[in-house]
T-cell receptor, first 115, second 114 residues
Framework: DAGVTQSPTHLIKTRGQQVTLRCSPK?????VSWYQQALGQGPQFIFQ???????QRGNFPDRFSGHQFPNYSSELNVNALLLGDSALYLC??????????????FGPGTRLTVL | GESVGLHLPTLSVQEGDNSIINCAYS??????FIWYKQESGKGPQFIID?????DKRQGQRVTVLLNKTVKHLSLQIAATQPGDSAVYFC?????????????FGQGTILTVHP
């Protein structure tokens, strides 16, 4: 049973460019959350997708957008990249059970470097 | 605003010792508290969680204690092993409209010396 997978593993971009990161949730999971983890910091919630819609969002600008596909996989898009966007981007999947907490399983992350 | 923080950024212990990692939180409305372990180059790995109506929960070699009076959370690791070396994060979650959002603390680096 595959866990959460993310691609690519590493990515180098220059300022102003756009990037797309991909995530496949754990088998049986229907909810995907994205987090940004700067070096030496804890992960920061970006947004969460369920039923192909953004369910809630953290304190991130509109340059950060996402999508969820019918097979529950998800993409994170970042436009007009800034140096400060350099971070580890983590995807977490869970099973939505109403308004009840469910354990989130994290992928290995995509390391984005903006030059 | 909401925040979850840690008292100590680093902790060094000898193999076989017990480790205690602490966390302070400010959102008294949180419903769940979770401990994650993150090894170098990997994503956070779930260790144990505790619901806000509990004071203590035990797992395999780990115990989480919750003191709501002083908004304090701790993770105890018994007989610490070199494989326990990692960064440990506490996180909190509130059921309802924001239940999918985990708020993480800064993390504690645990180093276990053989």
């Amino acid at each position: 049973d595959a866990g959460v997978t993310q691609s690519p593993t590493h990515l180098i971009k220059t300022r102003g460019q756009q990037v797309t990161l991909r995530c496949s949730p754990k088998s049986g999971h229907d909810t995907v959350s994205w987090y940004q983890q700067a070096l030496g910091q804890g992960p920061q919630f970006i947004f969460q997708y369920y039923e192909e819609e953004e369910r809630q969002r953290g304190n991130f600008p509109d340059r950060f957008s996402g999508h969820q596909f019918p097979n529950y996989s998800s993409e994170l898009n970042v436009n007009a990249l800034l140096l400060g966007d350099s971070a580890l981007y983590l995807c977490a999947s869970s099973l939505l059970g109403g308004a009840v907490y469910n354990e989130q399983f994290f992928g290995p992350g995509t390391r984005l470097t903006v030059l | 605003g909401e925040s979850v923080g840690l008292h100590l950024p680093t902790l060094s212990v000898q193999e076989g010792d017990n480790s205690i990692i602490n966390c302070a939180y400010s959102n008294s409305a949180s419903d769940y508290f979770i401990w994650y372990k993150q090894e170098s180059g990997k994503g956070p790995q779930f260790i144990i969680d505790i619901r806000s109506n509990m004071d203590k929960r035990q797992g395999q070699r780990v115990t989480v204690l919750l003191n709501k009076t002083v908004k304090h959370l701790s993770l105890q690791i018994a007989a610490t092993q070199p494989g326990d070396s990692a960064v440990y994060f506490c996180a909190e979650n509130k059921e309802g409209t924001s239940y999918g959002k985990l708020t993480f603390g800064q993390g504690t680096i645990l180093t276990v010396h053989p």
